[in-house]
């Protein structure tokens, strides 16, 4: 058989590089185009495969058009892995939506751009974070739940507007995986104040990037069947890896050998909301299509992990406890835009009330000896989205599409819809009065709704007031009629500044 040329953007990242690793074991198989920046590192880090005829490279840029065309043409997969990440993103947010949607929007249209678009199949990796702070009771998730993007979180509204172009592209095989925290070697030594903005008893699946890797390896091959292509997925390293985020620092503490967690951090340096992080009720469908998983037991991944530690990060267990939480770990919580307890000292309204509430509730968080460590119930217990689940698809019809509308808010305006087509555009108006069109498909499976109010102002208090598809995950965690001051100047305090009409434009150019 002819071999396959797979396309892949991002191999200098973690997931992207265990991906091509993955994808070179098979050269047997499978071309591999990347597309890299030309920087000294990648450069570097590449220059054993510049003379392999397995691997082609394309020195340039997602954001541009003819970069990403060169890589696109004569792929038989496009693998979309690349893009700007936290802690990046979060520094700079407004690089962050023009880089992702740009390069997004450059990958379709250079797809389409081919003598045989239906037939190229389309990865997009999008990521957990597109549908925010999960804690619990609402820990369990699964794609189809509402797209709710945490306040000042720029990456995952670009994410959210990338998987849009992919989902309503009219290309026949797109798929959107979205990416959960992905546990790599490296994650031992992070050192950034953004650690703080994980509330203590939240929870993740994670993802490893050797799974990770294997996923994107996998979707490759001849036996995906049909059906999986234009859907949603979450990505998950299964039950074994669904822990809260103390269970995570106790373990990431023990295989760099510090110890305990209260040793080391107060308990009140940790936000209290405003993260995402979920359990997934779906992943597991992920891994029936890819089989992906090595299902490797959690503590024997992190014993793993710490042997790849440096020497020197060991010699920490032998200094004292206080000295590590004083000279480093407190150290962060001070710095200025991202530090938790900085926002406390200069009485910053609007990250307080984002990701505390307000003061009093950071004040009642108390100390180690009066917070309650919990790890939520293993009941799945699902969201409500508002339409009959339990016929098939090919039975949904436009009485469908008008219930689930009502759901959240708004209506179905079409008067007239192909039973069981998800994949042709319906108008709709949202309960603000926004009219849009939006394929069935985006809004049950991928839980979107109206572009034009993506996300801002963040005014999620006033939409869980209108949409009750929205509100279920809106009020478990919050009160009716809550005050908050984050409101319409969401991008005071940032390093970069946006001109108000190129964020329209990022908002409805869709």
């Not at 990456?155 to 925290?181: D, M």
């Not at 998983?293 to 010699?315: G, H, Q």
């Amino acid at each position: 058989m002819a071999k396959k040329t797979v396309f892949l953007t991002g191999a200098s990242g973690n997931m992207g590089w265990a991906g091509f690793k993955e994808l070179y074991a098979r050269k047997e198989k499978f071309n591999i185009v990347l597309l890299l920046r030309g920087s000294e590192k990648n450069k570097a880090k590449f220059a054993e495969f510049a003379n392999d005829p397995c691997v082609k490279i394309v020195w340039g840029d997602l954001t541009n058009y003819d970069d990403v065309l060169k890589g696109v043409t004569g792929a038989d997969y496009v693998l979309h892995v690349g893009g700007m990440v936290s802690p990046a993103a979060d520094y700079f947010p407004i690089k962050t939506i023009k880089t992702n949607t740009t390069a997004a929007k450059n990958i379709v249209n250079a797809v389409k751009a081919q003598p045989n678009p239906d037939d190229i199949s389309v990865v997009y990796i999008g990521t957990v974070a597109q549908t925010g702070d999960r804690n619990a009771p609402i820990h369990w998730a699964r794609t189809g739940d509402p797209i709710k993007i945490s306040v000042y979180d720029h990456y995952a509204i670009s994410k959210t507007i990338a998987e849009h172009y992919f989902a309503e592209s009219g290309l026949k095989r797109w798929v959107s995986l979205r990416q959960s925290g992905i546990l790599y070697p490296a994650i031992l030594k992070n050192y950034d104040p953004i650690m703080y903005h994980v509330p203590i008893n939240g929870v993740l699946e994670w993802a490893t990037i050797e799974d990770s890797g294997r996923l994107l390896a996998n979707v490759c091959e001849d036996d995906v069947p049909e059906e999986f292509w234009r859907r949603f997925y979450n990505i998950g390293s299964g039950k074994e890896y669904r822990i809260t985020n103390f269970e995570f620092e106790e373990l990431l503490l023990n295989a760099i050998g510090i110890g305990n967690v209260k040793k080391i951090f107060n308990c009140n340096w940790f936000t209290l909301q405003n993260f995402h992080g979920q359990w997934y009720a779906d992943s597991d469908l992920l891994e029936e299509y890819l089989h992906f998983r090595a299902n490797v037991p959690i503590k024997e991944y992190f014993d793993r992990m710490s042997k790849t530690v440096p020497k020197y990060y060991k010699l920490a267990k032998f200094a004292p406890g206080t000295l590590i939480k004083i000279l480093g770990m407190k150290r962060l919580t001070m710095m200025e835009t991202f530090g938790t307890m900085n926002w406390i000292k200069t009485n910053d309204q609007k990250r307080i009330s984002a990701y505390y509430g307000t003061k009093e509730d950071w004040e009642n968080i108390g100390t180690w000896d009066s917070f309650k460590i919990e790890r939520p119930t293993d009941e799945i217990k699902l969201l409500d989205h508002g339409y009959d689940e339990n016929k098939p698809i090919e039975e949904l019809d436009l009485e469908d599409m008008k219930k689930a509308a009502a759901f959240r808010g708004g209506e179905c305006l079409s008067d007239s819809m192909v039973k069981g087509d998800l994949y042709t555009p319906l108008k709709w108006r949202s309960a603000r009065g926004n009219e849009f069109m939006m394929t069935p498909n985006l809004v049950l499976r991928g839980g979107h709704w109206c572009p034009k109010e993506l996300p801002w102002p963040w005014d999620y208090d006033e939409e869980a007031k209108i949409n009750p598809f929205f509100a279920q995950v809106w009020y478990p965690h919050h009160k009716k009629d809550e005050h908050n001051y984050y409101g319409h100047d969401i991008f005071n305090g940032f390093k970069e500044t946006v001109k108000e009409d190129i964020l329209e434009k990022l908002k409805i150019e869709l």
